[in-house]
Structures are given as C-alpha cells and as structure tokens.
C-alpha cells in the first residue's frame, strides 16, 4: 500500500519561503507523477503543481499552476523517496492545508495533509 | 472563485438518489476527463470517480459519474449516513496545463 506523509513547518511569518517534504512508502516513487495540492477556507482546493520522476536525476519535468508558478518549485529524491515543496515569500493567502499526492490529472494516494498558517 | 460550479449543499434522507452537479466550459470539461473527490470532515480527499464514469477499486457502485457536453454529475444512490460529506469535482482545464476544481457540495444526510 501507498502511504504518502507531509512534514515541514506549522506556522511562518509573512514574506518567509514554506519548505514542506513528502515521504513516500510503499512503492517506488520512479515513473510516476507526484503533486502537490492545497486546500483553504477561502479558496477551496488548488492544485498547485507537479513532477514525473523519470528515475533520472538530470529529467525530472515540472507544469506550475500559473497563479503560483514564480514562487513555486517542486522536486523530488528519488533515492530517499521524498516530494519536497518551497513556496516563497509567502502571505496569509497562503494559509492552507497542503497535500501530496501521487498522479497529475487525478490522484488515489494522498497524504494526510498539514496546515500551514502564515501570520502577518 | 472555482472555475467549475458545484450546488454548495445537497440533501436527502436514506435510501434516496442524490446527484450533484458540475459544470464547467470547452477548455475543461468539455474535452477532458472528469474527477470526483469525497472528503470526509479532517481527512483528504478520497477519490470517487475517474475517466468521467469509472470507479476505482473499493468505490461501491452506488456512486455513479456521467459528463454531457460541459456539465457532469455524479448520482448517489440508496442514500446512507456514511455519505454525508464534501463532494468535489475536477478536470484538467487546457489553459491552465493543470487540474481546477470545483467549489465543493456538502451532502447532508437527513
């Protein structure tokens, strides 16, 4: 079974970057896509973007939701089996519950989620 | 703010057919495939529909998906407690290169 687990920071300040990781257990993460997905009160669920794990380190493409994409990078260690996130200069827009998830256009496994609060 | 629109609640009692609506435009739904997602209260979303009318493994076939055009729905049938929760629907939108989603449906089970 598949079982994806958030980690990283509960609360940052305002203009800070968000550093959040996925571990991934359960199957190997090469030759899959991995998201990242968010979810606030205000804006309901956003898909924030994703990576395919080619198994090579030197390919590993990325498509950005365009409302994120100068702030936005995701990567992925396969050898370690980790999806990481870094969100820059966050606002209290960026307030969430932040997921990972293994697919692009749909997604089975997700991890439980962590909320992440930005104060101002 | 979602660009696919969703009924923001839904009710019936059990036993009944519920079915939520979505809908969306050509760059969406209407040439790509439909999503649905069931959130319980504090967890993630489980998905509940794939490929417009696919159920994955485990998904009682109770729950039933359709697309026409640029709307789609997913019907809920012999209603039970267990389904009250959110219900999101979701399409690759070409303009976007990515998923968008709908503004979800609480169903209330009476």
């Known amino acids: 079974q598949v079982l994806l687990q958030e980690s990283g920071p509960r609360l940052m300040k305002a203009s800070e970057t968000l550093s959040l990781t996925c571990t991934v257990s359960g199957d190997s993460m090469k030759h899959y896509y991995w998201s990242w997905i968010r979810q606030s009160p205000g804006r309901g669920l956003q898909w924030i973007g994703y990576?395919?794990?080619?198994?090579?380190?030197?390919?590993?493409?990325?498509t950005y939701n365009p409302s994120l994409k100068s702030r936005v990078t995701i990567s992925v260690d396969t050898s370690k089996s980790l999806l990481s996130l870094s969100l820059k200069s966050v606002t209290a827009a960026d307030t969430a519950f932040y997921y990972c998830a293994r697919g692009a256009d749909f997604w089975s496994y997700w991890g439980q989620g962590t909320l992440v609060t930005v104060s101002s | 703010q979602s660009v696919l629109t969703q009924p923001p609640s839904a009710s019936g009692t059990p036993g009944q057919t519920v079915t939520v609506s979505c809908s969306g435009s050509r760059s969406n739904i209407g040439s790509n495939y439909v999503y649905w997602y069931q959130q319980v209260q504090g967890t993630a979303p489980k998905l509940l529909m794939y490929?417009?009318?696919q159920r994955p493994l485990g998904v009682p076939d109770r729950f039933s998906g359709s697309k026409s055009g640029t709307s789609a729905s997913l019907a809920i049938s012999g209603l039970r407690s267990e389904d009250e929760a959110d219900y999101y629907c979701a399409a690759r939108d070409d303009g976007l290169s990515g998923v968008i989603f709908g503004g979800g449906t609480k169903l209330t089970v009476l």
């Open positions: 490929n417009n009318d």
């Open positions: 990576i395919f794990d080619s198994g090579s380190t030197a390919y590993n493409p990325t």
